[in-house]
Nanobody
Framework: QVQLVESGGGLVQAGGSLRLSCAAS????????MGWFRQAPGKQREWVAV???????NYADSVEGRFTISRDNAKNTVYLQMQGLKPEDTAVYYC????????WGQGTQVTVSS
C-alpha cells in the first residue's frame, strides 16, 4: 500500500512563498505521474499541477506562473514551490498520482493572509 505524506505548509502573508513536499512510499514512484491537489473550506478538491515520469509539467490556470512542481525520484518525493501566494490559495494541499489512485494523505495546510 502506497503512503503519501505531505509537509511544508504554514501561515504566510500574501505575496510570500512556501515549498511543499510529498514523500511517497513504494518502488513504483518514478513510473507514475504525480499531482498536487488542494481543497479549500466548503469547496471540492481541485487539481493544481502535474509532473509526468519524464518531468513534463502542467498547471491549473489559477497557479500558472506562480507555482512550480518538481520531483526527486531518488527520494520518492514531489515538491510544489509556491510563490506570489494569494489569499485564494488558502487550502489543504495533497499529493497523489495523477489521476489519483491511492488513498489520500493527511495533507498540509496552507493559509495566506491578506
Amino acid at each position: 500500500q502506497v503512503q503519501l505524506v505531505e509537509s511544508g505548509g504554514g501561515l504566510v502573508q500574501a505575496g510570500g512563498s512556501l515549498r511543499l513536499s510529498c514523500a511517497a512510499s513504494g518502488s513504483m514512484f518514478r513510473l507514475n505521474a504525480m499531482g498536487w491537489f488542494r481543497q479549500a473550506p466548503g469547496k471540492q478538491r481541485e487539481w493544481v499541477a502535474v509532473i509526468s515520469s519524464g518531468d513534463w509539467a502542467n498547471y491549473a490556470d489559477s497557479v500558472e506562473g506562480r507555482f512550480t512542481i518538481s520531483r526527486d525520484n531518488a527520494k520518492n518525493t514531489v515538491y510544489l514551490q509556491m510563490q506570489g501566494l494569494k489569499p485564494e490559495d488558502t487550502a489543504v494541499y495533497y499529493c497523489n498520482t495523477n489521476p489519483a489512485k491511492y488513498a489520500w494523505g493527511q495533507g498540509t495546510q496552507v493559509t495566506v493572509s491578506s
